[in-house]
């Protein structure tokens, strides 16, 4: 069961949408309410600047469970000097994400203990602040800012193994900068957004309804987490209703994406310490899940299903074909966790305390398999799952505690299904057309959604002519990438590749 500190004084907002208070504050105000959520039990969920013309704003979004609660913090500021105090040393992730609207936006985190650029590429002249409304078109390249700030380790012995941006698969672009003396790693800096596409600014303008594939393309193999986040966020704005039926539809087709992207995983890691065959193996499963959801929504990846207010399918996949899989699956994890070479090479690798997990804010079974008990299926409901959910945990946060937690979410994914599919008007089309609120003005909206990964939180603003004006979009894989470094360290170098798929952070959903 989710526990949370026993509830502390925080302020009394305006209720604004689902389960939502908002309230406008100063600079000066900003540390003590922050202060008084996060000892409220809440997260920073995300960190989002605003250009609204006349001036700049800062959105602090703050969320809690048991009972599901999202607040909100505005901060107006002067976009002649846009400055607010830094809350890096409350909250890791707030520093980073007030990184991320400094390189964007040009607000400045007074007081940040580690200012230097996250975002911002080398080709950026300063003062340029892309996501500013009158930023104009992108600038020409050129290293114009000097080269990246690794930390620089010496001593006896110690030396660097640079990797990447560029790698020998198909993954996107990231580079990994080792100090190691012999083999074990001292140091770690993962240097991402190499390929920051200005995802977010996308999205202004658009109709909610012509936004659905680009949600849905935010981290391609998390297309139904993102576009179930995109339009919670919607309909949270617009006040659509959701049928119960849509939203069992919904819930399923979130753990149809669990089950193929976590049999991948565990097949990768197989294979990360010579075991090919069990990852043949999760490959030829991988395909039949592909082609269950093919048959289901007409897309490999589950593209399509979902719209705001509703959830479309073609067919239920059928409970026998993938309790048959279930079982396969089982037998790999079983093969895998008794072969003393594999287990020897997972148990006690890269290990992440639980302590540094609630420090760094992680999500997801990365969080899971250091014994933090959260997952918003449970605590951000969208849909009632039934007997068969259970939250996995295990307290080792090592590699071999990451992969017992996804092989029983796999399992657990399987018998959610089965639930789901066991209730009536469980099926098909349950289509609702967009209707606006008939109050004018512009409205907002937060929609969360646990998606294979972890926990993603989209929210969004939309105008009185019903435009999006704006729309940040928070991937698990922004919380669970400072994980790695952490982890690494006092490991081998040979470790690197199994750790890393242990984790497997998104590039795309991190580098917006």
């Known amino acids: 069961m989710n526990t949370t500190p026993p509830y502390a004084a925080y302020p009394a907002g305006e209720p604004v949408g689902y389960r939502r208070q908002t309230l406008t504050i100063t600079t000066g105000e900003l540390a003590g309410h922050a202060a008084a959520l996060l000892a409220a039990g809440f997260r920073v969920a995300s960190v989002a600047g605003h250009d609204d013309g006349h001036r700049l704003r800062a959105v602090y979004l703050f969320t809690a469970a048991a009972p599901d609660r999202r607040f909100e913090l505005h901060v107006p500021l002067d976009p002649t000097g846009p400055h607010l105090p830094s809350l890096a040393a409350v909250s890791f992730p707030a520093g980073r994400f007030e990184r991320e609207m400094r390189d964007l936006y040009g607000i400045i985190p007074d007081h940040h203990p580690l200012p230097r650029r996250l975002v911002r590429h080398f080709h950026w002249p300063?003062?340029?602040?892309?996501?500013?409304?009158?930023?104009?078109?992108?600038?020409?390249?050129?290293?114009?800012?000097?080269?990246?700030?690794?930390?620089?380790?010496?001593?006896?012995?110690?030396?660097?193994?640079?990797?990447?941006?560029?790698?020998?698969?198909?993954?996107?672009?990231?580079?990994?900068?080792?100090?190691?003396?012999?083999?074990?790693?001292i140091n770690l800096k993962a240097r991402l957004?190499?390929?920051?596409?200005?995802?977010?600014?996308?999205?202004?303008?658009?109709?909610?309804?012509?936004?659905?594939?680009?949600?849905?393309?935010?981290?391609?193999?998390?297309?139904?987490?993102?576009?179930?986040?995109?339009c919670l966020a919607v309909e949270d704005a617009l006040g659509l209703p959701v049928t119960t039926q849509a939203r069992t539809t919904r819930a399923m087709l979130l753990e149809l994406e669990r089950l193929y992207n976590h049999v991948t995983d565990i097949g990768a890691l197989c294979n990360d310490v010579g075991?090919?065959?069990?990852?043949?193996?999760?490959?030829?499963?991988?395909?039949?899940?592909?082609?269950?959801?093919?048959?289901?929504?007409?897309?490999?990846?589950?593209?399509?299903?979902?719209?705001?207010?509703?959830?479309?399918?073609?067919?239920?996949?059928?409970?026998?074909?993938?309790?048959?899989?279930?079982?396969?699956?089982?037998?790999?994890?079983?093969?895998?966790?008794?072969?003393?070479?594999?287990?020897?090479?997972?148990?006690?690798?890269?290990?992440?305390?639980?302590?540094?997990?609630?420090?760094?804010?992680?999500?997801?079974?990365?969080?899971?398999?250091?014994?933090?008990?959260?997952?918003?299926?449970?605590?951000?409901?969208?849909?009632?799952?039934?007997?068969?959910?259970?939250?996995?945990?295990?307290?080792?946060?090592?590699?071999?505690?990451?992969?017992?937690?996804?092989?029983?979410?796999?399992?657990?994914?399987?018998?959610?299904?089965s639930d789901l599919l066991d209730r009536p008007g469980s099926g098909g089309d349950t289509d609702h057309p967009d209707q606006p609120r008939p109050d004018p003005g512009p409205r907002s909206g937060v929609g969360i959604a646990e998606g294979w990964r972890g926990t993603i939180t989209h929210r969004i603003e939309i105008d009185s002519d019903g435009r999006l004006t704006r729309v940040k979009v928070v991937d698990p894989s922004f919380f669970n990438w400072p994980a790695l470094p952490v982890a690494l360290a006092n490991t081998i170098v040979a470790d690197f590749p199994l750790a890393n798929k242990s984790f497997n952070p998104s590039y795309a959903g991190n580098d917006l």
């Open 126 to 185: 300063r003062g340029w602040y892309p996501m500013r409304h009158d930023a104009g078109p992108p600038p020409a390249f050129g290293d114009v800012d000097g080269p990246y700030p690794f930390r620089t380790v010496e001593g006896p012995g110690v030396y660097e193994i640079p990797v990447g941006p560029v790698h020998a698969g198909l993954i996107e672009p990231g580079h990994f900068r080792f100090s190691v003396l012999g083999e074990t790693i």
């Open 275 to 417: 075991h090919g065959i069990l990852n043949a193996h999760a490959l030829h499963i991988r395909e039949q899940l592909l082609r269950i959801n093919a048959e289901v929504t007409g897309h490999r990846l589950l593209r399509g299903a979902i719209r705001p207010g509703a959830a479309a399918i073609r067919r239920h996949p059928d409970p026998d074909r993938l309790a048959a899989i279930a079982a396969d699956i089982a037998e790999i994890v079983a093969i895998a966790l008794g072969h003393s070479v594999v287990h020897d090479r997972f148990a006690g690798t890269a290990v992440l305390t639980r302590q540094q997990a609630t420090d760094l804010g992680t999500l997801g079974y990365v969080a899971r398999a250091s014994g933090l008990d959260i997952d918003a299926r449970r605590d951000h409901p969208m849909a009632d799952l039934g007997p068969s959910f259970t939250v996995s945990t295990h307290t080792a946060g090592d590699v071999l505690a990451r992969f017992t937690t996804r092989a029983a979410e796999i399992t657990t994914s399987i018998a959610n299904i």
């Open 193 to 230: 957004w190499f390929v920051h596409k200005g995802v977010e600014k996308l999205f202004h303008g658009r109709q909610p309804s012509d936004a659905i594939e680009l949600a849905e393309r935010v981290s391609g193999d998390t297309a139904v987490g993102h576009n179930l986040a995109f």
